[in-house]
């Protein structure tokens, strides 16, 4: 294919000729044949199907990286959404509104993609709590999220057995209201485990209602101890086959560890 311009024969003398303008020819081509280019129709991404959307949000979060309030200004520690659990404590200064500061980006986007994107972001991630008031705030913010109790996967008590003269109930009520909760770890120490029988720990701190939690399927122990190790590791033992069973007798099967 090639483009040549074609200029109009020079007149005779005396010869009145109209000029032409210059005139292009495209050679091999069908000038009758028309081109039509495919039209692409252009969508929003909320008109996309909500699982694809929820897709996209698990992507746009699955690296992100976030710097606990507690350490900002003195720290370069950094954390992944997903990949690590976010503990409360570090946003403990701040009041829980409707965007508490532990939310991702994304999740401050748009009103319109709110609810969706905390959703994906509550599934994926653990929330550590170390005391009542991190509960409170907790269950204060999942409460004014719809679906916000049942997109909890994961919950970690660092604080759970410190001391039975404060036993952490509100950690097991917590955990329940979680219905679609999947795994709970909890951290007991070993002033308890070593100096009160597996069956008053139960009791003390309330392990029956954990029986109420539905969808929990692992439950971890983690023991911290210094001098009684090997005390403090039967009573967690102990304590594990209790629950294991008191799961039993509701004819259901959820695994008990104990790190």
């Not at 976030?66 to 009041?95: A, N």
Request: hydrophobic share 35%; aromatic share 10%; glycine share 6%.
């Amino acid at each position: 294919m090639s483009w040549f311009t074609t200029f109009p024969k020079a007149a005779n003398p005396g010869q009145d000729v109209t000029e032409a303008p210059p005139t292009t020819v495209l050679e091999g081509r069908n000038e009758d044949a028309s081109v039509t280019a495919p039209v692409i129709a252009t969508k929003s991404l909320m008109d996309l199907p909500l699982e694809i959307r929820e897709m996209i949000w698990h992507l746009a979060l699955e690296n992100e990286r976030h710097v606990p309030m507690i350490l900002h200004g003195t720290s370069k520690v950094t954390y992944r959404y997903f990949k690590d659990p976010v503990s409360l404590q570090g946003y403990r200064r701040h009041t829980y509104q409707d965007y508490p500061p532990f939310l991702p980006a994304i999740c401050r986007l748009s009103a319109y993609t709110r609810a969706e994107t905390i959703k994906i972001f509550l599934r994926g991630t653990t929330f550590g709590s170390s005391s009542t008031a991190d509960n409170e705030c907790l269950t204060g913010f999942l409460g004014s999220v719809p679906g916000g109790f049942a997109s909890i996967r994961g919950l970690y008590f660092d604080c759970f057995g410190l001391s039975l003269k404060t036993p952490r109930k509100t950690d097991l009520e917590l955990a329940v209201r979680c219905t679609c909760l999947r795994e709970l770890t909890l951290l007991m120490h070993e002033y308890v485990l070593a100096r009160s029988s597996a069956q008053d720990i139960y009791t003390d701190y309330n392990f029956n209602r954990l029986l109420d939690s539905g969808s929990v399927g692992k439950v971890s122990i983690i023991t911290v101890s210094y001098c009684e190790a090997a005390v403090t590791e039967q009573a967690a033992r102990d304590l594990a086959f209790l629950i294991e069973d008191g799961f039993r007798s509701r004819g259901r099967t959820v695994q008990v560890t104990v790190n």
